[in-house]
């Protein structure tokens, strides 16, 4: 397949040196293992190695310049063209300056079971002067490294000396090869080269574990080509059309890259701690795998005809979730690790000064009652899909149902993980609805097997419960709570779920209340009200990009396709021109906030497209008994 032209618009960006950019202004590298934060401006300030959830060995995005970063940028230089090569994640970045032009290639290899990042630079026209910096630092930022140069096995691709540069502390050692290498500058590695039309100079940082040899270099030309016909041989299979296609297959791309290419768990983000509030306290670690996002991420595969990509996720669940139903968690690490415990990175001050910048996760032990409810109707879709189940998918999911009913009563913490009391949330009695109903579902339409009527009762008594106890009749809407006054975004998915029709008057005096309660000026749709929720934290935030893409696929669903159609175009706004989005959207601002790219804004992206073409999910008739 032949390379295409990179996206670009035209940017005017003078490299100042300055750490932690707006969020908009990286773009996201990655090999399906873990993922890289480079700035519009050369400057790489986010890497873990080798898995999204490790150590970083570069982290000044989240702290200031000693905490690690891989800078490169043209001497007097700017950046006036800044783009991915179409469909993929390889990026490039024109420089000019007074004397001359120059391209910057930046990619991670995909499918080579290396853990590296390459940057080409290839001279255009004049003369270029390069200058690169390496500061590196283990331990996101808390661990020095012993660095020194050492001769290069393999000649042919040395720079001239013949030598390579090795950093390593503990387990972890990076190599950095090259045709040319930076020289000692006190606690780092800096220099400068210059490049004429036809000249390119390659670079490569390689992961490996210290008590092995360090790899030697790529062969840069091979893995180029390899690496960018992966991804657009991927995003090839993509069939969506209309005005939101590019979006469409963009936010796939994203979902794709979130996934570990081994085990099929889905990263919620491959960042920690960019803030939800600047310079506030809501501060998480995403850098792991929500069985909620996930399932909404296999959804929006499945609709698009990434089976592959779904049954994979599939077996991850299956694996990550077995044992005892009674341990089951909202989340799991990567590999399916349980232990994620959540602590506070004292050194390091934070983006923008937002503290404290967090590593694990404290939401790992709530109880969150629609999760089951999430994952049975993501595995429906599969069966629906063709998917056979085993003798160990169903039974796995019979002990989640189990699990369900012995927490029948039990109140939780909500879908927004909240760090206040347990209540009664609408939304999650509603996804535990939902979870019962799959089940009767798979013993009467697909022959499994289940005590099928006993569910139905419970099917019964919580629809009876959450129309009496969730919609409050003066209000004319559903509450984010029983017995409360307050409404919330995720309300919108009871639709989704089949609980009501979309335009079922409840779903309309809901959908009322919410604009009335929870639009900011700039028409974008906030959770919830920080101010009147008791969530355990300092109140305020931006508004949630996803619960805005969701207003847009109610509006489609209910008559309102032309509101629909502009909110719609207001969020598309909002990604960058790599067509990637945060998790929030700060409005007053003019700028992304929360962890970046976010698998649950891009998926809902793709649901919303997929309502305003007529896509949305068919609505789910009761089921004979």
């Given amino acids: 397949m032949s390379q295409r ?45 080798p898995r999204f959830d490790s150590e970083s060995v570069f982290a000044s995005l989240l702290g200031d310049d000693d905490d690690g970063h891989w800078r490169l940028a043209a001497e007097g230089g700017t950046v006036t063209e800044w783009g991915y090569i179409e469909s993929t994640f390889v990026l490039q970045s024109r420089w000019e300056t007074p004397d001359g032009a120059a391209l910057v290639t930046d990619f991670m290899p995909v499918g080579d079971r290396r853990a590296s990042v390459v940057r080409r630079i290839e001279g255009l026209e004049g003369e270029v002067t390069m200058a690169t910096e390496f500061r590196i630092r283990f331990g996101y930022g808390a661990v020095l490294p012993w660095v020194q140069r050492i001769k290069n096995k393999d000649e042919n691709r040395a720079n001239d000396d013949g030598e390579a540069i090795v950093a390593m502390a503990g387990p972890d050692a990076l190599v950095i090869h090259g045709n040319y290498l930076p020289k000692p500058s006190g606690h780092a590695h800096k220099g400068k080269f210059t490049v004429k039309p036809g000249e390119v100079v390659d670079l490569e940082l390689i992961w490996f574990p210290s008590h092995r040899p360090p790899p030697t270099m790529t062969d840069v030309d091979k893995t180029l080509k390899e690496t960018t016909e992966f991804w657009q041989g991927w995003a090839s299979y993509c069939t969506q059309k209309g005005p939101y296609a590019g979006a469409v297959e963009r936010s796939l791309l994203v979902l794709k890259a979130l996934t570990h290419e081994d085990t099929g768990g889905i990263v919620a983000a491959p960042t920690t701690s960019l ?194 106890h969730g919609f409050n009749k003066e209000l004319n809407s559903f509450t984010q709570a029983y017995g409360e006054l307050q409404t919330d975004a995720s309300l919108l998915q009871i639709p989704q779920i ?30 919830y009200r920080t101010h009147a929720s008791v969530d355990g934290l300092a ?87």
């Fill in 5 to 49: 032209g990179p996206c670009w618009r035209q940017l005017h960006c003078d490299y100042d040196g300055q750490m932690a950019s707006p969020i908009e202004d990286y773009a996201l590298l990655t090999d399906q293992h873990t993922g890289s934060l480079v700035s519009r401006t050369g400057s790489i300030e986010w890497l873990c190695f």
């Fill in 275 to 468: 803030p939800e509030q600047f310079g506030g306290e809501r501060n998480w670690d995403y850098r792991f795998c929500w069985l909620r996002d996930a399932a909404l991420t296999l959804e929006a595969m499945l609709v698009h005809g990434y089976e592959d990509e779904a049954q994979k996720w599939r077996n991850w669940l299956l694996r990550a979730v077995a044992g005892d139903p009674e341990d089951l968690q909202i989340m799991y690490a990567i590999d399916g690790g349980r232990n994620l415990p959540e602590k506070e990175l004292a050194h390091l001050s934070g983006y923008e000064k937002s503290t404290p910048v967090r590593v694990g996760n404290g939401a790992v032990s709530q109880y969150q009652a629609d999760v089951v409810g999430e994952v049975m109707v993501a595995l429906e879709k599969l069966r629906n899909a063709g998917v056979k189940e085993d003798n160990f998918s169903w039974p796995l999911q019979r002990a989640m149902l189990g699990y369900l009913e012995k927490h029948f009563d039990d109140k939780d913490h909500g879908i927004w993980e909240m760090r206040g009391p347990q209540k009664y949330f609408t939304h999650s009695r509603v996804m535990m609805w939902a979870a019962l109903d799959r089940g009767v579902r798979a013993v009467r339409e697909h022959g499994l097997k289940g005590p099928a009527d006993r569910w139905q009762k419970l099917v019964d008594s919580l629809r009876d419960e959450i129309m009496e």
């Fill in 498 to 527: 089949g609980f009501l029709p979309y335009d079922d008057p409840h779903m309309l005096g809901t959908v009322a209340y919410m604009e009335q309660e929870l639009l900011d000026d700039a028409g974008l749709l906030l959770r």
């Fill in 539 to 625: 109140p305020g935030e931006h508004p949630f990009l996803a619960c805005s893409f969701w207003l847009v696929e109610q509006y489609a669903c209910s008559g309102r396709g032309d509101e629909a159609q502009q909110l719609m175009d207001q969020l598309i706004g909002y990604s960058n021109e790599l067509g990637l989005l945060s998790e929030e959207y700060a409005t007053s601002k003019s700028r992304m906030a929360g962890n970046y790219p976010q698998a649950f804004s891009h998926l809902t992206l793709v649901r919303a497209a997929d309502a305003l073409e007529g896509h949305a999910q068919d609505p789910v008739e009761p089921v004979e008994a």
